[in-house]
């Protein structure tokens, strides 16, 4: 494992030859707990860059959206600025300490880092394969977003999870999110892109490094 700093974000990054490189975007620093539960579910050999000290409800979120509950944050819409220095500073800083260049780059998220990762396909050329854990497709307009943009390189496979209680909440927006993500899910085959939709145990905030690992290793499946 190598860590190191790039535009003020901590990357922690681990390395396999000839193989593929997940990007990673994480909220508590959860990135070689991935690496590991992964490793334990696939023999898929692959890089992971695992990337902290976000400033989560901003550089993971695509536009304004004000407090979805009493006692939450606003999300302010810092998507579009935060991709621009990753592919421009950070993922050249990645490269640089990869030993090889990768077969192709990845990007894994969960709750937030789910949706960015799906927004991402529309915004830049990078990323062949998508990885959404528990992503937050509640999010206002972002349905309609996906169907009225194109993507700038359609991957080859797209992955979906849930919670099965993530739904069941008083809250009227996240209500949607199941609802959402089978849309999406639906949307994204009919473009022809390999894609799958899980429900796993539990409400969103339970077993997401397990939920995240079942994602990547999915993806990885030639």
């Known amino acids: ?36 539960a992964t490793k334990n ?19 993971m979120s695509p536009w304004p959206i004000p407090p979805i509950s009493k006692d939450d944050t606003p999300c302010t819409g810092g998507a579009d600025k935060y991709l621009k ?6 993922l050249p800083e990645i490269f640089a300490h990869l030993e090889e260049k990768p077969i192709y780059i990845a990007a894994a998220g969960y ?21 959404s ?8 307009k972002f349905l309609d977003f996906t169907q009225e943009n194109k993507i700038l390189h359609v991957p080859e496979k797209i992955y979906f999870s849930l919670g099965d209680k993530e739904a069941k909440t008083r ?3 996240l209500q949607t999110v199941e609802d959402n993500t ?7 085959e009919t473009l022809g892109i390999k894609t799958i939709f899980e429900l796993n145990a539990g409400n969103h905030f339970q077993h997401s490094t397990e939920r995240t690992a079942k994602a990547i290793a999915w993806i990885l499946q030639d």
């Not at 974000?9 to 990673?24: V, W, Y």
């Not at 854990?133 to 206002?140: I, K, L, R, V």
């Open 171 to 173: 809250n009227k927006i």
């Open 85 to 90: 220095i990753f592919e421009e500073i950070i």
């Open 133 to 140: 854990a528990s992503g937050s497709f509640w999010y206002p």
């Open 41 to 59: 579910i696939t023999r898929q050999e692959f890089s992971l860059a695992a990337i902290g000290n976000l400033n989560w409800d901003d550089e």
């Open 111 to 131: 709750s937030l880092a789910g949706l960015f990762a799906v927004y991402s396909m529309y915004r830049t050329e990078i990323f062949s394969r998508i990885a």
């Open 182 to 188: 089978r849309r999406l899910k639906s949307f994204y």
């Open 1 to 36: 494992m190598k860590n190191f700093t790039s535009a003020g974000k901590k990357i922690r990054l681990f390395e396999s030859a000839e193989a593929p490189l997940i990007i990673l975007h994480t909220f508590q620093d959860e990135g070689e707990s991935v690496y590991q």
